[in-house]
């Protein structure tokens, strides 16, 4: 079934250690994104790339950083964890960044401890 | 940051009821206003979507009402059901200042319980 992967599906991880959530999609869009989803503050963009090899900052980059080596893969970075960084992530893509709807992942739900 | 202002926040209806949800938005370079719905413990899915040249669009039960002049749109359910039950968001698009990044920028969404 085409879609979007993310992996892990829930994470525990002590503040101050690195993690990468990854995100893979099989249906050859150009755009992907990350977003992050908080109670009462909805989603918020973290990072977007319009197509493979470029990246840009969304709303609340502060903290994460990603890479766009190919088209399926789209893996966000957290360096250093803190607890605000407590949230449920969804990454989604589109086949164009101006055009059409987005499909999302199922999401990775992050406790920092 | 671009403004999206979306209410109401929670909206409870008897079934066969109307909810209307509504969005207010900044930007006005772009032609693609989306809704989208999200049930617990998955991502949002795309519900409908309306392009400026038009005023109305309707599919099945859920229709879009666009004003672009007041750069707001809305979102009714039609004899909704306790099956609507879910969080609605909003997403306008979002355009970077620094470059030509573009993606939509969600509101912060509409709790919908529909009561049998």
């Known amino acids: 079934i085409a879609g979007i992967t993310q992996a892990p599906t829930s994470q525990i991880l002590a503040a101050g250690r690195r993690m990468t959530l990854r995100c893979t999609q099989d249906?050859?869009?150009?755009?992907m994104y990350w977003y992050r989803q908080d109670l009462g503050l909805g989603l918020r963009l973290i990072h977007y790339?319009?197509?493979?090899?470029?990246?840009g900052k969304g709303e609340v980059p502060d903290g994460y950083s990603v890479s766009r080596a190919n088209t399926d893969d789209f893996p966000l970075t957290l360096a250093s964890a803190v607890p605000s960084q407590t949230s449920v992530y969804f990454c989604a893509s589109s086949a164009s960044p101006g055009q059409g709807g987005y499909t999302f992942g199922s999401g990775t739900r992050l406790t920092v401890v | 940051q671009q403004q999206v202002k979306q209410s109401p926040q929670s909206l409870i209806v008897q079934k066969g009821g109307i909810p209307i949800i509504n969005c207010a938005y900044e930007?006005?370079?772009?032609?693609?206003f989306p809704w989208y719905q999200q049930f617990p413990g998955k991502g949002p899915a795309l519900l409908i979507a309306i392009r400026p040249d038009v005023s109305e669009k309707k599919e099945g039960r859920f229709t879009i009402s666009f004003n672009k002049s007041a750069k707001q749109f809305s979102l009714h359910i039609m004899d909704s059901q306790p099956g609507d039950s879910a969080t609605y968001f909003c997403?306008?698009?979002?355009?970077?200042?620094?470059?030509?990044?573009?993606?939509?920028?969600f509101g912060k969404g509409t709790s919908l319980l529909v009561t049998p």
């Open positions: 249906m050859r869009h150009n755009a």
């Open positions: 930007n006005t370079a772009f032609d693609y």
């Open positions: 790339s319009n197509t493979a090899g470029t990246t």
């Open positions: 997403a306008p698009p979002w355009v970077s200042n620094s470059n030509s990044g573009y993606a939509l920028n």
